[in-house]
Nanobody, 115 residues
């Protein structure tokens, strides 16, 4: 089993920056990849970014060039650096981990970008 805890959400003005953190605990050795998803009110949960155990990264087209996913293996933590934020980035951001036998989700952290 894996537990994921997100932090770093908040309220920022358009053009500002935030860094989200996701701390993983439990059976860390079973994680193959970790990523971020987001869900706005009334919308589906969408892929944002992912980093694999090998270090390769993938981004949604809507955030590529503005968001950067990274990891600190010593801290069992992944980060999402969000720059040049736009009001349309407003959503609950969820951390996701792809395990050997199942996927795991954090509780989510709210990001609100004001215009």
């Amino acid at each position: 089993q894996v537990q994921l805890v997100e932090s770093g959400g908040g309220l920022v003005q358009a053009g500002g920056s935030l860094r989200l953190s996701c701390a993983a605990s439990g059976s860390i050795f079973s994680i193959n990849a970790m990523g971020w998803y987001r869900q706005a009110p009334g919308k589906q949960r969408d892929f944002v970014a992912r980093i694999t155990s090998g270090g390769s990264r993938n981004y949604a087209d809507s955030v590529r060039g503005r968001f950067t996913i990274s990891r600190d293996n010593a801290k069992n933590t992944v980060y999402l650096q969000m720059n040049s934020l736009k009001p349309e980035d407003t959503a609950v951001y969820y951390c996701n981990a792809l395990g050997a036998w199942q996927d795991y989700w954090g509780q989510g952290t709210q990001v609100t970008v004001s215009s």
